[in-house]
């Protein structure tokens, strides 16, 4: 089997005495789509960022392909991780070949210029994720579904091996949502993704990470981790797991409590 390309050793983060994450312990291996999950305030961003290499840990290690995080400089990181965050547009005006473009960054000097193969590889990008015809386009024209999209290429661009997505379908139609996560689970990467909506997760994604309070309450398949009690628990709603007819994964559906909150 060959070693995993994301390893956490009991990784946490305490601010000013307040645990945000306590120690964490898993592994993702390459082609893993796992999904983060848990209520308001459990800390998935916050694992997001540790991993990111945006959040110093307080304690433990985290490893990518082997070597250490925090021993990797922010380009080094940037060559290997690439995140997307809730949809944003740019401060600037700029196009979506530019946008795109950005994703070459960490492998430019200062004064490098774009190559014949780098112009493939940012309209390759591009049309992999339906965008060929919006080059020119202001990015600030564009629909949330394709500002997302259009953070994927640029992803693609950056040519990572691990994909971090923070609430990739925050604020989108249900079209979109779908598309997005179909999308991100075909490019090819490790992809970690903080999602609200568990009937996504099971879905799209083949492991979970059950987050509460900040620790890590269950981690393993979906069928591992979605189940009614642990679910009922941590959502504090009842709840019933059953696998959809017609796609055969499975359908989360909590139910309002009789009396009053």
Known sequence: MPPALLRLNQASLSI????????????????????????????????????????????????LQQRPLHKLSSRQRAC???SVSQ????????????????????????????TSVDEQQIALALRQLGLQDKTKALVETLS???????YLARALVQQAELLLLDEPTNHLDVL??????????????TVLACLHDLNLAARYCNKIAL???????????????LTSEQLSRVFQLPCEVKVHPLHGKLQITFFANETPL
């Open 87 to 114: 949809v944003s547009p740019p401060v600037f005006a700029l196009t979506v070949y530019q946008v795109a473009a950005m994703g070459l960054l960490p492998h430019k000097g200062w004064f490098d210029g774009n």
């Open 176 to 189: 979109y949502q779908h598309q997005i996560l179909q999308l991100s689970r075909g490019l090819g990467k």
């Open 16 to 63: 000013a005495g307040q645990t945000i994450v306590a120690p964490v312990s898993f592994s993702a291996s390459k082609g893993d789509f796992i999904g983060i999950i848990g209520p308001n305030g459990a800390g998935k961003s916050s694992l997001l960022k540790l991993i990111n290499g945006t959040q110093p840990l307080s304690s433990g290690d985290i490893l």
């Open 211 to 225: 987050l509460h309070q900040g620790q890590l309450l269950a981690f393993g398949s979906p069928e591992q981790v």
């Open 144 to 150: 949330g579904g394709e500002l997302q999209r259009l």
């Open 80 to 82: 290997k991780i690439a």
